[in-house]
């Protein structure tokens, strides 16, 4: 009878260790990116870009970013390489009240790359609730002119606001708009597909306990969230399944590593998604490059 006990157990126990090899795993989670804390820094140019305001890495064109400055400037987007050489630049169709940011996804056609100029920047209150978002197919060289390009005029539905940070979000081709001056900066949001023809309201997404935000960009794969300010650069990485408003919802997973710079405002992540880009509006003005360790 013992025996008959013990090769019970034995049996038992064996087929229990078996289920357990069976089982799978749990998939682990993805490990946020850490980035380089020493950037590659260059110098740009003096007296070609004055009040660069934000700054997006070429699609078409590898190796180097479009500046584009604020208002009161020439209508011109400007092209440097990463190492910091001035490539020339290309007029644009419509004028420069006050840009204050770009951002190079997704548009309307497959397959191509758009650039987005924000028309949002509003120190003083004086547009009347009226803004423009201008998009366009990027440019396959700079001797090639922009003649085709919409505009998305939008409102917010509570009033004027400065802002200088557009989101383009890679899966869905919304636009997120984060404002300035506000004590908890706003969020608002312009569904895909944005009307060109009409004037439409920017849907109030929600406020977040950030201030002069002024820059920001989501990776091309969409995992990755970040916003800017003078002082830093917030960072989230989105768990599965997560809105981007729930992402911006929640506490922060990290601040990246940041160069403190002259009223700082640009920030893109490269293409291939492999770090990131900072620049200044203020002369001596940088290029900076945070690579993924």
């Known amino acids: 009878m013992r025996i008959f006990i013990l090769c019970s157990i034995i049996t038992f126990t064996l087929s229990s260790c078996d289920w357990f090899k069976k089982t799978p795993s749990p998939t682990p989670a993805e490990t946020i ?9 260059s110098l740009l140019p003096s007296n070609l870009v004055n009040e660069a305001s934000g700054v997006a890495d ?39 009240r006050d840009w204050e940011d770009i951002s190079i996804g997704v548009g309307p056609e497959s397959g191509k790359n758009y650039i987005y100029l924000a028309e949002i920047g509003d120190n003083s209150a004086v547009y009347n609730n009226q803004y423009y978002i201008y998009r366009f197919v990027e440019p396959q060289s700079l001797s090639e002119k922009v003649t085709n390009f919409d505009r998305i005029s939008f409102q917010y539905p509570d ?20 404002t300035k001056r506000e004590f908890n900066v706003r969020i608002y949001q312009l569904t895909y597909p944005q009307s060109t023809t009409e004037i439409q309201i920017a849907k109030f997404v929600q406020a977040i306990p950030f201030l002069l935000i002024t820059s920001g960009g989501i990776s091309s794969d969409g995992k990755e969230i970040v916003l800017r300010n ?8 989105r768990k599965e399944g997560e809105s981007i408003a729930a992402t911006l919802a929640r506490n922060r997973d990290k601040l990246l590593p940041y160069i403190k710079e002259q009223q700082g405002e640009g920030f893109c992540f490269d293409k291939n998604n492999k770090g990131y880009f900072t620049n200044s509006e203020l002369e001596p003005s940088y290029l900076h490059y945070f690579a993924k360790k």
Not at 70 to 96: A, R, T, V
Not at 230 to 237: E, H, V
């Open 33 to 41: 990116p850490d980035f380089e804390s020493i950037p590659k820094s």
């Open 58 to 96: 070429s699609r078409s064109m590898s190796g180097n970013v479009w500046v584009q400055e604020d208002g009161d400037n020439p209508n011109l987007l400007h092209q440097f390489s990463h190492s910091g050489e001035y490539k020339g630049n290309i007029q644009m169709p419509f004028p420069n």
């Open 159 to 178: 009033g004027s606001r400065d802002a200088e940070c557009i989101l383009l979000d890679p899966a869905t081709k919304d636009i997120y708009i984060v």
């Open 230 to 237: 003078y002082d830093a650069i917030y960072y989230w990485y």
